[in-house]
């Protein structure tokens, strides 16, 4: 892959973009490491401050970025992934992408949910 360390810097910013604006939303931040746990996270989504309502598109914000962060997280591996792996690690390497698409895209379709009912809040 002819990536250049640019690439991987724009990806580093875009994520701490992510991170601030779920940790706004009371979510925590989305680093590269912990962009699974933001996701599993999601499940539960508590609001410390009972006064305020959280709306279905709330929810399906939160969920689209940490879904985006764990995308951007499994990019930024591919980037900066060494040229050469031994069997195991290569295994190893692809089971935690495979992991972090995975939790993108269970983040992407609890926002479906959210949204399919948006009375349901």
Do not use: F
């Amino acid at each position: 892959m002819n990536q250049t360390p640019g690439d991987a810097a724009l990806l580093d910013e875009a994520l701490t973009a992510i991170g601030k604006v779920l940790a706004r939303m009371d979510l925590g931040t989305a680093v590269p490491s912990e962009a699974v746990r933001a996701v599993q996270a999601l499940d539960s989504v508590r609001v410390r401050d009972v006064s305020v309502k959280v709306t279905p598109e709330h929810i399906a914000i939160q969920c689209c970025l940490a879904s985006a962060s764990a995308l951007l997280d499994v990019s930024q591996t591919l980037i900066r992934q060494p040229a050469h792996l031994s069997p195991q690690q290569r295994a190893h390497h692809w089971n935690k992408l495979i992991e972090q698409t995975k939790a993108a895209g269970r983040a992407s379709y609890r926002a479906a949910l959210a949204l399919t009912d948006p009375q349901s809040d």
